[in-house]
């Protein structure tokens, strides 16, 4: 059996023929950082290359699926800008190595799902939601733009019009309201979670491999051509948006409510 690799942010386990790739940060409620963007490039690209694993589950340690983008981070690149360029190239590369891989991808969204973090969930081939998870995109609460995959998939579940108001809005749903509205497939009890993550996967692995991939496969074609023509463009406009004294405020603003929080 093939190892599996290590990394420093990840962690990556088999049960029989399904691999799960579970983000370590629970500090942080799993915020991605450079080091988890570029890890999760890496085990994604292992994951669908990996001749010991026919599905795939992504999830959360603790009680986050992920936050999105880090908030040091986001510091770091307001303080110098330059630096975005290597984050855009890095969710460019994220967005295309999910929508290679040929497994079936299930998210398993055992907490907020925020940002980068809800596209990541949003990209996965079918989701599994814990009621008490949440799950939206507020790029623009930070005065950002949703270039890094959130303007390419909303639209594909939500149509354009509520993938508009919950974009322009920055709106958190709960996991009802998300599963109401096709965002997520299934909201499920917390305590059931695990199981019905599990017995959907353990379905995909009895079925026919090769059929279950090539029709995963099919589909994606136009996930892709919608990828290639929105992520250039959208990331321009989120470099842009870094530049920004809006940026800049609300990101300070956010600084401000986290540490009052702590003094409490």
Request: hydrophobic share 45%; charged share 25%.
């Amino acid at each position: 059996m093939t190892e599996l690799p290590s990394y420093a942010t990840l962690l990556l386990e088999r049960r029989g023929r399904c691999l799960t790739i579970t983000m370590n940060r629970p500090e942080v409620l799993n915020a991605f950082a450079s080091e988890m963007h570029g890890e999760m490039i890496a085990a994604l690209a292992f994951a669908g290359s990996d001749p010991d694993s026919d599905v795939i589950v992504l999830t959360g340690a603790g009680r986050a699926f992920s936050a999105g983008g880090d908030l040091e981070q986001m510091e770091r690149v307001i303080a110098e800008p330059g630096l975005f360029e290597a984050e855009a190239a890095n969710a460019k590369r994220l967005i295309f190595t999910l929508l290679d891989i040929e497994k079936p991808l299930v998210a398993r969204i055992n907490g907020p799902a925020v940002g980068l973090g809800a596209t990541l969930a949003l990209f996965c081939d079918v989701s599994f939601a814990a009621e008490s998870a949440r799950i939206g995109d507020p790029h623009v609460s930070i005065g950002l733009v949703a270039g890094d995959g959130g303007a390419v998939i909303w639209p594909q579940l939500l149509g354009f019009a509520r993938a508009k108001e919950y974009l322009m809005t920055g709106e958190i749903l709960t996991a009802a309201r998300a599963t109401e509205i096709g965002l997520v497939n299934h909201a499920v009890p917390d305590a059931e979670l695990d199981a019905r993550v599990e017995a959907f996967c353990d379905r995909l692995l009895a079925g026919a491999t090769e059929a279950i991939r090539w029709t995963k496969v099919t589909m994606n074609l136009e996930l892709k051509r919608i990828a290639h023509a929105l992520m250039d463009p959208g990331l321009a406009y989120e470099a842009l948006s870094v530049r920004s004294e809006a940026h800049k405020r609300l990101v300070g603003e956010l600084r401000e409510k986290i540490a009052r929080k702590s003094k409490k």
